[in-house]
């Protein structure tokens, strides 16, 4: 079975094409407008998807090996994401399955995130999560802790309540004059500095949610206090900034998976979405698993970010299902896990 995969939910346009749960290509093309802006402009993003679509479609075919008319069935991300780029690869996937009479199959981006996975290699080298196992989906728009029961069902047992990991560490770098997105420049950035330099408030809130604005808020008046006093505050401390904040972060963020561990019993985890890139969470994650005996998912390089490998992937195991929409189906920009 060979599936094309579409992904256009934010600011990245990605093609790929998966063929019996192998990737053979994973196309992505970054737009780069929006770092000006310190975020995404939604319309500027759009009208990039436009112009990607074809040209990142054309090479994923020709990566892959294989012609349109060798597709099996398209696969797309329906939401949630930014509603007028959503709507270039969802129009995109229909006019693809409409010309060449094929399966049209939705695909919900923070399961794709999640069932990344899945994703095998030519060696076939990774290894899979069992069922159950928990996820921590952090991302740009997302924090949330998952019970993942199988390819499809999936249950949210905390969430934040305010802003996201991701959102967390974008609006911090902003703070500090670093160009959207500023994650993984803090990633690289904290790996020179002094994770105890500064000490950050942390969130005091319930059960398994998150809450990370009080955090940045925290974080901006800092930063302002000390450059009423010294101008050169953020250029002179910038690894040590950095290396705190991720620091505090990523801390926040483990707690509640340990958290999360003692109370489901659960102890495999894995970890998805862009802020998994973090090396930070990635250590954090794997020091835990050997002190108190979890076996932790880090995702396969290239696939914690956006990327349509993760789409088709979640097609493949909907096609297996004979899961699929019709051509009145339309964007859900809003769309949740459940
Ligand atoms: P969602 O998946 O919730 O719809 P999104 O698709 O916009 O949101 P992703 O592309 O999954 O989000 O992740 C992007 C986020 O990941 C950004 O906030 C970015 O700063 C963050 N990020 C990427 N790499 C790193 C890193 N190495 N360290 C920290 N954050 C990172
Ligand atoms: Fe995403």
């Known amino acids: 079975i060979t599936i094309l995969g579409i992904e256009s939910s934010c600011d990245d346009t990605s093609a790929s094409v998966l063929r019996d749960g192998v990737i053979h290509s994973n196309i992505i093309a970054t737009q780069t407008v929006h770092m000006a802006y310190g975020g995404v402009v939604p319309e500027l993003a759009s009208r990039a998807h436009q112009q990607n679509i074809i040209p990142v479609v054309d090479q994923a075919l020709k990566e892959a090996n294989v012609t349109a008319d060798e597709i099996d069935a398209v696969a797309f991300t ?6 007028g780029s959503l709507m270039v690869g969802t129009s995109f996937a229909k006019g693809f399955a409409l010309s060449k009479n094929i399966p049209l199959i939705e695909v919900n981006h923070l399961k794709a995130h999640i069932l990344a996975h899945f994703i095998d ?17 952090v991302s740009g728009g997302n924090s949330q802790i998952i019970i993942v029961k199988d390819h499809m069902e999936m249950e949210v047992i905390g ?3 305010d802003d996201a990991a991701g959102e ?19 990633d690289k950035r904290a790996k020179e500095g002094n994770p105890l330099a500064f000490e950050f408030s942390r969130p005091k809130i319930q059960g398994l949610n998150y809450s990370f604005s009080g955090l940045k808020t925290s974080f901006l008046y800092f930063i302002r206090d000390k450059v009423k006093v010294n101008p050169n505050f953020i250029e002179e ?7 705190s904040l991720q620091y505090t972060i990523v801390d926040v963020l483990m707690n509640k998976v340990k958290r999360a561990v003692r109370e489901t019993g659960i102890k495999e985890v894995a970890i998805a979405g ?21 076996k932790v998912y880090i995702p396969q390089l290239g696939y914690s970010l956006d990327n349509a490998a993760m789409v088709a992937i979640t097609g493949y195991f909907k096609y297996l299902n004979k899961d699929f929409v019709e051509q009145d189906t339309a964007p859900f920009a809003r769309m949740t896990i459940k």
């Open 159 to 161: 969430e934040t309540i």
């Open 78 to 83: 329906r939401g949630p994401g930014l509603l």
């Open 168 to 186: 967390a560490f974008d609006k911090c770098a902003k703070v500090m004059g670093i160009p959207y997105p500023g994650g993984p420049v803090i």
């Open 237 to 243: 401390n910038m690894n040590d900034l950095c290396a």
């Open 121 to 137: 290699d030519l060696k076939n080298t990774y290894d899979h999560p069992g069922f159950p196992f928990l996820a921590l989906l």
């Open 274 to 294: 862009g802020v998994s890139a973090n090396s930070g969470l990635q250590n954090a994650m794997k020091e835990t698993a050997s002190k108190q005996g979890w």
